[in-house]
């Protein structure tokens, strides 16, 4: 199995900037593509950024493109600690949400939930403004 923990939320001002990490454990060896999804309640979750492990392809949604930086930690290291980052700037009052890491055993970026098998609890974002 696979572990997922992000870390790094927290309340910030808008126009901050704040760096979120997802840590792999378990059997994270098996992890090729990951992602950052967002949800606030009463809507579907929605896709952040996404990064594969090997050949570094990068995607971004639309709602933060220009705004946030996904990367990883030395992905393609045969012991690489499969680490995703996720640094935010100019937050906004409306990137306000929980903040989900994700991963997938294909090395392909996706941009539905649906096609991430690995889940992390998500943490809190709040932007005041």
């Known amino acids: 199995q696979v572990q997922l923990a992000e870390s790094g939320g927290g309340l910030v001002q808008a126009g901050d900037s704040l760096r979120l990490s997802c840590a792999a454990s378990?059997?994270?060896?098996?992890?090729?593509?990951m992602a950052w999804f967002r949800q606030v309640p009463g809507k579907e979750r929605e896709f952040v950024a996404a990064?594969?492990?090997?050949?570094?392809?990068?995607?971004?949604?639309?709602?933060m493109k220009g705004r946030v930086t996904i990367s990883r930690d030395n992905a393609e290291r045969a012991n690489a600690k499969n680490t995703l980052f996720l640094q935010m700037n100019i937050l906004k009052s409306e990137d306000t949400a929980v903040y989900y890491c994700?991963?997938?055993?294909?090395?392909?970026?996706?941009?539905?939930?649906?096609?991430?098998?690995?889940w992390g609890q998500g943490t809190q974002v709040s932007v005041s403004s």
């Open positions: 990064m594969s492990r090997f050949a570094g392809v990068t995607r971004y949604g639309e709602s």
């Open positions: 994700a991963a997938r055993a294909s090395n392909t970026v996706e941009v539905s939930p649906s096609m991430y098998e690995f």
């Open positions: 378990g059997r994270a060896f098996s992890i090729l593509a």
